[in-house]
């Protein structure tokens, strides 16, 4: 398979050379993949601008030893320059190409795609809160993966019934038997906004108050760091924004 073809969507950019490019693509079919893309920071560069951060083409590359060469690209969704423009939704979505990249280290489906697609355009349209749309791209990426949370029963007894505190090392929310000392107090407004937000109900997730949406994000967060194994670098910059 020297030469293929495939949907991409680029999740980050380093400099080679002196026009030269890296670029970390998340492909529909084939996965996580590293390619250069010769001379795109050329002003002359026929296909520079289709491959920056938050851009969706179409891509044809070459097979390499170390790293594959793009060989065209064509612009499928133009994300990039809406998301830029709103500090809000560019950090999100900083947040949600690195957890992309990270997971597709391991793994990646043709799900994975679809999700990161969907999240980058409701981003660029502001369709919700730039942070509602990252807690749910976490929530849902984290279950496709095999790690979606406990949020009925005990992650840990089985115990039924809405539990009173939320351990991300024990698989979610976890009764007060069973709960670590210092974990988390959940109430029953802050799981609510949970299930939603893993479920999509938007209604409910747009009507929810600051309060509840702050506390939801903070498990959130926790939740899924713990679960990769490291810290989300780009959450930091996201603190509070809504």
């Not at 929530?139 to 840990?156: E, K, T």
């Not at 029953?188 to 009507?207: F, I, K, T």
């Amino acid at each position: 398979m020297p030469t293929y073809r495939d949907e991409a969507v680029v999740l980050r950019t380093h400099k080679l050379g002196e026009a030269d490019r890296i670029v970390t693509l998340l492909t529909r079919n084939y996965g996580r993949v590293r390619a250069v893309a010769k001379g795109v920071r050329r002003t002359s560069s026929k296909f520079g601008a289709r491959l920056e951060p938050f851009m969706v083409a179409d891509v044809q590359l070459y097979e390499g030893r170390s790293l594959d060469i793009v060989q065209q690209a064509v612009s499928l969704a133009s994300y990039g320059a809406t998301i830029a423009a709103h500090y809000d939704r560019f950090t999100a979505a900083n947040a949600m190409v690195e957890t992309a990249d990270r997971i597709a280290e391991a793994e990646a489906t043709p799900q994975h795609y679809l999700l990161l697609i969907g999240a980058l355009r409701a981003l660029s349209r502001g369709d919700h809160a730039s942070r509602a749309i990252l807690d749910s791209y976490l929530l849902r990426i984290m279950a496709i993966s095999g790690w979606a949370p406990a949020l009925d029963d005990c992650a840990r007894c089985g115990a039924s019934g809405t539990q009173q505190f939320f351990a991300a090392a024990m698989g979610g929310a976890v009764c007060a038997s069973c709960a670590p000392a210092g974990s988390p107090r959940m109430d029953y407004d802050s799981n609510r906004m949970l299930q939603a937000l893993l479920a999509g109900e938007w209604d409910y997730v747009d009507a929810a108050q600051p309060a509840v949406a702050h506390r939801a994000s903070g498990l959130v967060a926790a939740y899924a760091q713990w679960h990769m194994e490291r810290g989300i670098r780009s959450l930091a910059h996201i603190e509070g924004a809504q």
